[in-house]
Nanobody, 129 residues
Framework: QVQLVESGGGLVQAGNSLTLSCSVS?????????????MGWFRKAPGKDREFVAA????????MYRDNVKGRFTISKDNDKNTVYLQISSLKFEDTAVYYC?????????????????WGQGTQVTVSS
């Protein structure tokens, strides 16, 4: 069973930076583990649907971002540590949300939630003015 655990959330002031981490354990088969997964970050703000934020392919050399976070959010993947990161700079009030990481065992990054096979429980990010 594949398990994902997010960390790094908290209360931060607008304009500051934050790095979220997602540690992945377990694998779907002996030959398909974290290094073969694409990873994604999503977020759910109060009163809104969960939305795509960023994704990275299994190698870590191809990324995707939603338009309104480009330039402020950076997704990265460390296959030796089984961890995916989301660096957020210049935090805005509208970044307040629960952030979820997800694993896509196909290895290809995707925007759609339905492409992801495993999800973490989320970590809260609250941006104060």
């Amino acid at each position: 069973q594949v398990q994902l655990v997010e960390s790094g959330g908290g209360l931060v002031q607008a304009g500051n930076s934050l790095t979220l981490s997602c540690s992945v354990s377990g694998q779907t088969s002996p030959w398909r583990g974290f290094s073969t997964y694409a990873m994604g970050w999503f977020r759910k703000a109060p009163g809104k649907d969960r939305e795509f934020v960023a994704a990275i392919n299994y190698l870590g050399d191809r990324t995707m971002y939603r338009d309104n976070v480009k330039g402020r959010f950076t997704i990265s993947k460390d296959n030796d540590k089984n961890t995916v990161y989301l660096q957020i700079s210049s935090l805005k009030f509208e970044d307040t949300a629960v952030y979820y990481c997800a694993a896509d065992t196909s290895g290809r990054p995707a925007v759609s939630e339905s492409r992801y096979d495993y999800w973490g429980q989320g970590t809260q990010v609250t941006v104060s003015s």
